[in-house]
């Protein structure tokens, strides 16, 4: 007999911490797909999501983040999604068609935008728990050549936040790019995503040296930047968060003509530029919000091919009833390459 209740990371009403929590197994909806839920990504901001400082689904709901899982059960008939396939699931979610107005977020996570309270109701539920319903669209079928494990690959989201960064930057084979913010989980994952793509030269910025050393071990193309280094760079992807902007700046002053710097981090304090350089150089601002939908394809075909190569990556694994230290591990230990995976 077909369980009727399922095992979940829940965040609930006037709690400030993460419960686990039995409930009803998800109901398939219109237009949705039914996923068992192998692996999802525990990125360190998870920890303040139960606090209530951000704009939530509806407590309670499910968190949850990029994940990977099977397919159990699909309504859609325009969707080609399989049962039994495994499958990316990008918690992405926003209106369709023309965007007039800023609507977009993350189920079972958060809205970046004010008008992404409809879809966080509808969709409350994320990816910390057996099973997830989401609109067919969440889902990005893993070709059958990728070898990487479910807790490698759940990692995704970020290789594609990087992979749209370089693409909106312009990005060619051949440039010398500065990756700010290089020993963080984004960082780390734009520098191996320029490399793969064929950059000449990756710099990394970022305050811990033994990850970055770590970092440049990968290749020989890529090189731990020097502060005093006044060599032009063609791309900057900044993947820097907190307050302090003076090494974005430095490296905004070191931009080749037309070359371009791309935001993708979370810097929290104004930057301070001269926009007079900016115009005679015709260098460009560009900030980059995660990814279109095909992108996850693209980059699942480097993975396929070996192209993008995961096997760098190191996982520490935690169930679902062990929410509480994983989440702790992950504040404590993720970045460069190595990263926290939930699994049920």
């Not at 010398?176 to 994952?189: D, E, I, P, Q, W």
């Not at 900030?287 to 091919?305: D, I, K, N, Q």
Request: hydrophobic fraction near 40%.
């Amino acid at each position: 007999m077909e369980d009727k209740f399922v095992r979940t990371v829940r965040v609930c009403e006037d709690v400030n911490h993460f419960e686990i929590c039995s409930i009803e197994k998800p109901k398939l909806k219109a237009n949705s797909a039914l996923v068992r839920m192998e692996a999802a990504f525990l990125p360190p901001y998870m920890e303040h999501l139960p606090g209530g400082g951000w704009p939530t689904p509806p407590r309670p709901f499910t968190p949850g983040q990029c994940a990977i899982g099977v397919v159990e059960a699909v309504d859609d008939r325009a969707s080609q999604l399989k049962v039994g396939q495994r499958v990316y699931c990008d918690m992405y979610i926003e209106s369709h068609g023309a965007k007039n107005e800023a609507d977009h977020g993350f189920i079972g996570c958060f809205g970046v935008a004010e008008g992404a309270a409809k879809h966080l109701a509808e969709w409350p539920d994320g990816s910390f728990g057996e099973y997830i319903c989401a609109p067919t669209e969440c889902f990005t079928p893993v070709p059958e050549e990728v070898q990487a494990t479910p807790e490698v690959l759940c990692r995704l989201g970020w290789f594609g936040t990087a992979y749209a960064g370089l693409e909106r930057g312009g990005f060619k084979p051949g440039m010398t790019v500065a990756v700010n913010g290089a020993s963080g989980l984004l960082g780390t994952s734009a520098a191996m995503m320029a490399l793969a793509l064929g950059a000449g030269e990756v710099q990394l910025f970022g305050r811990r040296e033994p990850v970055l050393e770590e970092i440049q071990s990968i290749s020989p193309r890529c090189k731990i930047g020097k502060c005093e280094d006044s060599r032009p760079i063609d791309l900057l992807i900044d993947c820097a968060g907190g307050d302090n902007t003076a090494l974005t700046e430095q490296l905004i002053g070191r931009l080749r003509r037309f070359g371009n710097a791309v935001f993708i981090g979370a810097l929290t304090a104004p930057l301070s530029i001269d926009a007079s350089i900016l115009m005679r150089n015709g260098n460009s601002l560009i900030g980059s919000f995660w990814f279109p939908r095909e992108t996850a394809a693209r980059v699942l075909s480097l993975v396929a091919t070996g192209v993008l190569d995961l096997s760098l990556l190191r996982v520490e694994t935690y169930s679902i009833d062990e929410i509480e230290d994983a989440v702790k591990a992950s504040v404590e230990n993720s970045g460069g390459l190595f990263h926290i995976a939930l699994t049920s």
